[in-house]
């Protein structure tokens, strides 16, 4: 059952500027990951934000969370080329089965 | 650094045929998960796993066993491959601590074609 959509799907910036990825869901969750993915390797974990949270940082990373609409944005502020990869929402409703959305495409062009 | 390694990165096979795909974890953790990924799908989880000889049934469980013998180590088998078995496998593995469970760590892939 997929759970988390992200939008948009594909994405396409310049470096230096920001990227904002957005992410649904469905149901109640404990937290929220986001993962990123470079070209056929396997998912690397960015952030955790947790249900009682509303925003986290992580050096150029800022997620929000909104439960009452039951979504999130990952923000990567100053991108580089090396940014360029798939991200991915990952919700985890409190049993360990993380359920993961289809991704969003990111090509940070220099 | 914890480290998930699968065995294989491309794998190719015929119909039919009988497939393991093995995933070790050195950081001795007790979850452990097996994923395929495909174009517009995304991730879903095929079995996992919270302790040696305990498996529990993910979202797309058919066509596919595990086995966790010990606790480093979680094999998928393909009882009998099919063409729309080929996809990209993902392993990974976590800890909990109490009520906390901590990120996946992932493999690299095991990318399976079956012909």
């Known amino acids: 059952s997929q759970q988390g959509e992200e939008d948009p799907q594909a994405l396409s910036i310049q470096e230096g500027e920001n990227a904002t990825m957005n992410c649904s869901y469905k149901?109640?969750?404990?937290?929220l990951q986001w993962y990123r993915q470079n070209s056929g390797r396997g998912l690397v974990h960015l952030i955790l934000?947790?249900?009682?949270?509303r925003e986290k940082h992580s050096g150029r990373l800022r997620v929000t969370l909104d439960t009452s609409k039951k979504s999130s944005s990952l923000l990567i502020t100053a991108s580089r080329a090396a940014d360029t990869a798939s991200y991915f929402c990952?919700?985890?409703?409190?049993?360990?089965?993380?359920?993961f959305g289809t991704g969003t495409r990111l090509l940070v062009s220099p | 650094d914890v480290k998930v390694t699968q065995s294989s990165r491309y794998l190719v096979k015929r119909t039919g045929e009988k497939v393991f795909l093995e995933c070790v974890q050195d950081?001795?953790?007790?979850?452990m998960f097996w994923y395929r990924q495909d174009p517009g799908l995304g991730l879903r989880l095929i079995y996992f796993s919270y302790d040696v000889k305990m498996k529990e049934k993910g979202d797309i469980p058919e066509g596919y066993s595990v086995s966790r013998e010990k606790k480093e180590r979680f094999s998928l088998i393909l009882e009998s491959a099919s063409t729309n078995q080929t996809s990209m496998y993902l392993c990974?593995?976590?800890?909990?601590?109490?009520?906390?469970?901590?990120?996946?760590?992932f493999g690299n892939g095991t990318r399976l074609t079956v012909t």
């Open positions: 990974a593995s976590s800890f909990t601590l109490g009520t906390y469970n901590s990120p996946l760590h």
């Open positions: 934000i947790r249900s009682n949270e």
């Open positions: 950081m001795d953790h007790e979850n």
């Open positions: 990952a919700t985890d409703p409190g049993f360990q089965k993380l359920v």
């Open positions: 149901t109640s969750i404990n937290n």
